[in-house]
């Protein structure tokens, strides 16, 4: 059987996540670094929907959204690993982190949609400070949300072992290039100092976020 097969660019904080989880979960795969902007017709051949990540499974069915695609490699392909903690109050946590990192993803990938995408007097500024200001506090829940528990997030033994803690430091990261201003580590110290911590990481080194970012498609 062939493995399965990843698709997306690594500059996509979803897709990140998908690779390096699976990589820390002993899952292995293919990575084909296909743009669901510039290379929009190459991504509709593998998935007419084109969102990225898509996991290809063997078998050729196509599993689309990051946090779906993990709960189904934990649920049936990781051979009892796993990147949750068991107890209850610890979980609560974790979600807790995890869709306060979601959700500065999300905004930061509409802001640049908002920016990168649209013709410049077609943008509407008010939908933008919204957008902006949803950022803000998903990044400072997320920021009070780690600094609570930093070493239950941390990397242990040089290896990432929790879900929360893999998508916040990405989320650190994707949100510190697309919106630099909104992500400054003098305010966001303990967020910083996990993104650091994970960065050096093996598994996060071999997934670096390369990739053209969300330019427009060529004219
Ligand atoms: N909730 C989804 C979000 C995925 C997402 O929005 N991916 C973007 C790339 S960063 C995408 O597919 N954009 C193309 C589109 O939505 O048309 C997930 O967790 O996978």
Redesign the pocket.
């Known amino acids: 059987m062939p493995p399965f097969r990843l698709i997306?660019m690594l500059d996509?904080?979803?897709?990140r996540r998908v690779a390096i989880s699976l990589h820390c979960l002993g899952v292995p795969f293919e990575h084909e670094a296909v743009s669901?902007?510039s290379t929009f017709a190459q991504f509709q051949r593998i998935n007419p929907v084109?969102?990225?990540?898509t996991l290809v499974c063997p078998d050729g069915e196509a599993l689309?959204?990051?946090?779906l695609?993990l709960q189904f490699i934990e649920a049936a392909h990781s051979q009892g690993r796993h990147l949750w903690p068991t107890d209850a109050q610890a979980l609560q946590h974790d979600f807790r982190v995890l869709s306060l990192a979601?959700a500065a993803?999300?905004k930061g990938?509409q802001s640049i949609y908002e920016r990168n995408l649209r013709p410049a007097d077609k943008q509407h500024g008010p939908w933008l400070a919204r957008v902006q200001g949803q950022l803000v506090a998903a990044l400072a829940g997320l920021e009070h949300a780690v600094a609570s528990r930093p070493e239950a997030l941390a990397p242990s033994q040089g290896q990432p072992t929790r879900q929360a803690g893999i998508t916040a430091a990405i989320a650190w990261r994707f949100v510190g290039e697309v919106e630099p201003a909104l992500a400054q580590a003098a305010q966001h110290p303990a967020l910083a100092a996990l993104a650091a911590q994970m960065e050096s990481t093996e598994a996060f080194r071999r997934f670096p976020p390369v990739g053209p970012g969300?330019n427009p498609p060529a004219a």
């Open positions: 997306g996509s904080p979803y897709v669901v902007v084109v969102k990225a990540p689309m959204d990051s946090s695609i979601l993803c999300e990938v969300v």
